[in-house]
């Protein structure tokens, strides 16, 4: 993902997250971090953007920044593809634990993280902007220290 995305990805991000939408400056903040410590990527399908997600990474621990596909798009693979992409990233990276929050009322986003081994671990009560509260995840990988190439 780079700048030139960023009307796309706002327009999903937008009808995504209506409550609680990431700014244009956040995003272009987040952006201004790659590759250091982000990794921000698409999802194409011919021409357009139809999905996005990041992840920040810190020593061995990693955070699932976003991951949103576009209305009519959901429930096609995409999140799934955009999230095996982070989890590579993760490994490149030698993260052995990569941790997530997801809306308490998004019982698919909650089974797709379930699928790829997430566990949840804690609540955070009205996390969202919403009042919504957001469950806490965490994957732990067998990534081992110094063995990333990226």
Do not use: K
Request: glycine share 12%; no cysteine.
């Amino acid at each position: 993902m780079d700048e030139t995305d960023l009307p796309a990805v706002l327009a999903i991000e937008r009808a995504t997250f209506p409550s609680d939408a990431w700014s244009e400056g956040m995003l272009r903040g987040e952006l201004h971090d790659q590759p250091r410590t982000r990794h921000y990527i698409v999802a194409i399908e011919g021409d357009e953007i139809v999905g996005y997600a990041g992840l920040a990474a810190a020593g061995d621990q990693a955070d699932v920044q976003t991951i949103a596909v576009a209305s009519g798009r959901q429930r096609t693979g995409i999140g799934s593809a955009m999230l095996r992409e982070l989890l590579a990233e993760a490994e490149r990276r030698a993260v052995t634990a990569v941790f997530l929050e997801v809306r308490a009322d998004n019982p698919a986003a909650q089974a797709m993280y379930e699928g790829f081994g997430f566990e949840r671990i804690g609540l955070r009560r009205r996390y969202y902007d919403d009042g919504t509260d957001a469950i806490m995840m965490v994957l732990t990988t067998h990534a081992e220290a110094g063995g990333g190439t990226g």
